[in-house]
């Protein structure tokens, strides 16, 4: 991937998370991240996880407020971006969607690509 997309997608991420991170949730609840390569559609999904309640909406904040431009980042970032009810009707999940159109088909992520040893 370019150094642009990479960037885009770090900042996008970035806003996800903190968003995520101000949620009041309940005691011992976690947010969950997760980054998925989409090479059939030149796509890169960012999802971000978390207990609380609520859907997030992008803002027009003024000019003196100081916060609030996250969302407004991500919609001029992404090429698409939304909200799921997590399975089980605890939290949310947020996900950006980045055009990659330099994105190579792979193994998935997660997936070991390094020398293996001969089986005996």
């Known amino acids: 991937m370019s150094e642009d997309t990479v960037d885009s997608a770090e900042l996008v991420l970035s806003e996800l998370v903190t968003n995520a991170l101000r949620v009041p949730v309940p005691p011992g609840r976690q947010v969950g991240v997760r980054i998925a390569r989409l090479p059939a559609d030149g796509l890169l999904r960012v999802e971000v996880s978390d ?4 859907r997030p909406e992008v803002r027009t904040p003024d000019g003196e407020e100081t916060g609030g431009r996250g969302l407004l980042l991500v ?3 992404a ?3 939304g909200v799921e009810e997590r399975e089980g009707g605890i939290g949310k999940t947020v996900w950006a969607e980045l055009k990659v159109p330099d994105i190579i088909a792979g193994p998935p992520l997660g997936t070991e690509t390094g020398p293996r040893r001969a089986a005996r």
């Open 51 to 54: 207990a609380g309640p609520g």
């Open 75 to 77: 919609e001029a970032l």
């Open 79 to 81: 090429h698409r971006w």
